[in-house]
C-alpha cells in the first residue's frame, strides 16, 4: 500500500494502481473516457486531468493524466484545483464538438456516461456554432445499432474487440478529426462478443437494437438479479422488464464469473420470454378428444386424479430448470420414479464430472482464473461455440504471458500500450483436440484433428507420458509420440496447468483421460499447480445430476416392458433428445402424459393435461453451474399482475400442490425458502444453500431492496390501459425484492444480489465502480453465489478406467456433432431475432469424402437415421475425419440420440 494525499486528505491506496484507479476505488470522482478497468490505460481522451505537486510548498504543481500516472508513495494531487478544473471542462467542451445535442432522443439517455461525465466536470454551455460533421451509419446486424456521429474517439470499442476478444472484422479508419469506427463495409459484427460494445461504449454510438423496438428508459425498467440460462458458465446478468416484457439484458458484475462481459447469446438470447405464443392456462383433453380451458383448481384436481389413476407415474425432469423444480418432481413420484431427462451417455459424463468435482483434489478454477494459466489443454470441446464466455477467457490466458515480462522491466500491467506490442510476440500455449476446426484454432499452437477415440488415445498417452504406470498406448506414430512428449514436457514445466474437457461430444472416455492427466500433472510434480475445467451442455446439467434419477432411455425401457403407465413431463421437450419415431409411439396416448413447461414444445402439444409454467425471468429459483457455483436468480415480475386471467405459477407450485392433494395434506411449500429447507434435509451437499444464502424475510433498515430506480415512474402507468385505478404492487413472498422503486438501493455489504447498478451521478454502466472495494475487483458484498462442493477435506482416490476401442477403418459413415453459438441453446431458438442468425442446417464432411463422392461445394446429400430422411446441403471441412459426418445436434429434428449412430448409405441428392 501506498499513502497518497488528495487536497488535503491522507488515503492509503494500491501502488499497482494507477492514480485514476486508485482514486476511484477511495470514493473521489475523476471523470474519464477512454481507461476501463478492463481495457486499461491508453491516454486518448486526456479528460482525467489532476495537478500534481512536487511537495507540500509547491504551489504551482502541473497538470497529468491521472490514468497514466503510477501511484507512487507520497504522491500530492489535487483534483479541486482550478487549473485542472477548468482543463478538464475544456477537454469535454472539444469532444462534444461534433456531438449532436440528442440527448432527449438518444437511446443512451439517462444510460450514458458521457451525460454523466459532463454534468461531473459542469460543462452546460457549448460555443461551438459552426457546422458539425457528420458521418453515414452502418448496418452492424440484428443486434446492434451504430450512430457514428455520437463518437467522441476514445477508442474503448476497438481496443476491446480488436485487442482484447481478437476480432478482425471492426477497425478505425481515417485520420485526426475525422475518424470512423466500424467495418470497411456493411455487415453483421462475427464476434460472438460483439454485443460488449454496447456497455463499453460511453456514448450511444453502439446502442441495443433488440430494445429499440420498445424502447424506454433505464428507470422505467424494473430489474432483477438474474442468471443466464443458455450454458454452464452462469453468467449473471440484469435483467430489465416493462409491461410485462424483457426489454434488455446488460451484464451484472460478478469478480469471478463473467467480470464486465457477457456473450451475445446471453445478452440477445432472451425474446422467447416474451412470446404471445405461449402456455397462460392449463388445458385438458377430454374424453370427446376436446381440448379444455381449466382454472388452477380445476387443473389440480385432474392432476391428482391422474396420480391416483395410475400404477406406476414417472417424472421426468428437467436440466434446464431449477433445483428447486426438479426437487418437487422428485417429491412427487419418488426417488425410483424420477429421471432428470438425460441420455445415458450424457448422464455418464455428468456423473465422472460430479466424482471429480466431489473429490475436491484437482482445483476447479472460476471463469475469471482461467485467465491466469500459461499452459491449456483443450480435449474435445468447441469452446467458443458451446461456452463462449470460456473461450474468451481462453484468449486472455494466452496472451497474458505478456505480464510476466512486463512486470521484469517494471511497466505496470495498466499500460496496455507496451503490453500490446510484447503480447503479440510472446504468448501462453493452447493445445486443442477436436474433430474439426474451430475459432481458437488461430491462437492454439498445435491443434490435434480426429475422432473422439482416437483423441482419447492422445491424450491418455498424455497421461502415460507424465506417469510410466498407466497402460501404455502402443500404436501412435513418430510424429505423435514426438507430440505427447513436447505436450508432456509442457504441461508439468508451466506454473500453472489447466485441462479443459466437458460433456459436449457425449463421450465419458474423454473426461476420463483428462483427469488421468490431470492427477498425473499433480501426483508427479511438486509446487505445480494443475486445474481441470468441465463443461456441461445445459444451466444445471450439475443440479439435476445431484438429485440423481434414470436416464431418459431408461424410462422408455420402462412403458416397453409396462413397468410404468404414465408420465410427468417437467420442462422437458422429449423431442430434443430421442427420434421422431420413437417420440411419436411415445406421445401417442395423450392421457398418460402430463406436461409443465412455459414453451410451446412439440412435447408440451402432445399432452392430455398441460400445466402453463413461469420462466426463468418470472420465478426465482437456483442452479449449479460449471464450478460447482450453486446461484440463485430471481423473478423479475410478476405475468399475473399484468393479466388478471393468467394462471401461471412456477413448476414446484404446481407439482406441490398436486402431491398435497394426492396425500390429502396440507400445503406446506410457501415460498422458495420452505423448498430450499426441505431439500438441504436430504441432500447436504445443498445444505450451505440455507445457510449462507439470504432469506425472502431478510430487510435493511426495515425494507426490502428496490426492483427499481428512484426515478421509476411505472407505479402509475403499467396498467393504465387496463384499469385507471392503481393496485397494489404485487408481494415477492420468495425473495427480499420489492416490485417497485421503494426499498434499499444503494450498495451495501449485505447484498450479493444486485438488481441494477445506479449510484447518485453515475447512471451508465460505470455505476459499478461504486459497488466495489477496489476498481475492477471484488464488489462491496463479496461475490454471490456458494460452492458447495470445495470443502477442507480431500479425497485421493484412483486414476480412471479409460476404455479403449478397437479403431477399425470405417464402413460406415459416424454421425458426430458441431455447434453454433446460435442453434445450439433449446429455448432461445424459439426467438425470432436469434432465428435469423442461426446458420442453416448443412452436413460437415471432410474434403477427400467429398472428392471420394464427387461433391461440390454446393451439393446436396441425402441419408436415413433414426427412421428419418435428411436431405442438407454440405460444408466441407479440411481436417475432419474420413467417414465422419457432422450434424447440428440440439437443433430441431437433429435429436442428441443421433450422436454416435452410424450411417450405411450416404449420397448425393440429384435434383
Known sequence: ?????????????????????????????????????????????????????????????????????PVTDGAIISIKSTESEVFRSTIIELLLTNHPHDCPVCEEGGHCHLQDMTAMTKHSIRDYRFQKRTHKNQYLGSFIKHEMNRCIACYRCVRYYNDYADGVDFGVYGSNNNIYFGRIEDGTLESEYSGNLIELCPTGVFTDKIHSIKYNRKWDMQYAPGICQNCSIGCNISIGERYGEIRRIENRYHENINHYLLCDLG????????????PKNPTYINDNNDLTTLNFNQAIKIGVDFLKKYNRVIGVGSARSSIENNFALQELVGKENFSNGMPEKEQKCIKLILECLKNNYIYIPSLKEIESYDVILVLGEDLTQTSSRVALAVRQAVKNRVKDITNSYGIPKWNVSSNMHISERFKNSLYIMHTHENKLDDISEWCYFAPIDKQVELASAIACELDKSLPQVLNLNSMLKEKVSLIANRLISSKKTLIISGSHSFNSSIIQASINIAKAIKIHTINHHVGITFLTASC???????????????????????????????????????????????LKNKKNIITIDHQYTETYKKSGLSLPSTSFTESSGTLVNFEGRAQRFFQVYDPNFYNQNNCLFDSWKWLHCIQSKVNNTQVCWFNLDDVINSYSKKYSVLKKLKIRELSSTFRINGQKIARSPIRSSGRTSLRADIDIHEPCQPEDTNSMFAFSMEGYNQPNASISHIPFAWFPGWNSPQAWNKFQIEIGKNLISGNSGIHIFKTNEIKVDMYSNVIFKDLIEEKYWNIIPYYHLFGNEELTQYSSIIQENIPLEYALISLSDSIALGLKKDSIVEFNCLNKDYRLAIQLSKHLSEKQIGLPIGRKGFPTALIGKKIKFLQEFIK
Open 1 to 69: 500500500m501506498a499513502k497518497i494525499y488528495i487536497d488535503g486528505k491522507t488515503y492509503n491506496v494500491n501502488e499497482s494502481e494507477n492514480l485514476l484507479q486508485a482514486c476511484l476505488s477511495v470514493g473521489i470522482d475523476i471523470p474519464y473516457f477512454c481507461w476501463h478497468p478492463l481495457l486499461g490505460s491508453l491516454g486518448a481522451c486526456r479528460q482525467c486531468a489532476v495537478t500534481q505537486y512536487n511537495n507540500f510548498e509547491d504551489r504551482k504543481g502541473r497538470l497529468i493524466m491521472s490514468c497514466m500516472t
Open 267 to 278: 445478452r440477445f438470447g432472451y425474446l422467447h420470454n416474451n412470446l404471445n405464443k405461449r
Open 540 to 586: 444445471n446439467s450439475l443440479g439435476a445430476e445431484l438429485l440423481g434419477g434414470m436416464s431418459i432411455e431408461s424410462v422408455l425401457d420402462a412403458f416397453k416392458q409396462k413397468k410404468a403407465d404414465a408420465v410427468i413431463f417437467m420442462e422437458y421437450d422429449l423431442y430434443r433428445f430421442i427420434s421422431q419415431d420413437d417420440c411419436d409411439c411415445f
